[in-house]
């Protein structure tokens, strides 16, 4: 048993590295709606790679300023696997993508959208939640955290690549 984890290990992929594709999936995500409303493409700024926490750990989102109560809105056709509230994240959406290959991370939301709950499908465009400042976002700067990951064979929302959204936003293919 011990010769087969070590022998297991030996194969693992080196961190950092990306997981092969799984078959038939897409190796990349589809183009997304940018997730709050009245927003453009061009107020976007690519904040993934900043530094948190002293640059301790990067950003691996993008924050999209806009007023509380914004409706945020979906990316993409899908299914809300989890609702959460968190220190971090404050108010949390997790949706995955209709492959179940990618999942979508909104967070610091003020509140859900009416009715909002988890297994519910949604379609690309509908209101999820309204843009807030809960968990560790400053009261004095709203906006919404939005976070894309890649899926392992485990489809787990807490898991997964982080993938930078900003090339993917905006409804255009990258």
């Known amino acids: 048993m011990l ?6 290990g030996a194969f693992a992929a080196p961190a950092g590295s990306a997981p092969a594709a799984v078959a038939g999936a897409p190796a990349e995500p589809p183009a997304l709606l940018l997730p709050v409303q009245g927003i453009a493409p061009s107020d976007l700024r690519d904040t993934f790679d900043d530094g948190r926490d002293g640059n301790q750990r990067g950003h691996e989102a993008i924050d999209i300023l806009a007023p509380r109560g914004t409706p945020v809105l979906a990316v993409d056709d899908g299914r809300i696997v989890k609702l959460f509230l968190s220190q971090p994240g404050g108010m949390t959406v997790y949706q995955f993508d209709p492959t179940g290959r990618f999942a979508y991370y909104y967070a610091h ?25 809960t968990g560790n976002a400053s009261p004095d700067a709203p906006h919404l955290h939005f976070a894309l990951f890649r899926l392992g064979p485990e489809k787990q929302w807490w898991k997964g690549e982080p993938v930078n959204p900003f090339r993917y936003l905006g409804g255009k293919p990258p």
């Open 3 to 8: 010769c087969l984890s070590v022998t297991c």
């Open 109 to 133: 939301l003020d509140r859900y959208a009416d009715g909002l709950a988890e297994g519910q499908a949604v379609r690309r465009g509908s209101v999820i939640g309204y843009v807030g400042s």
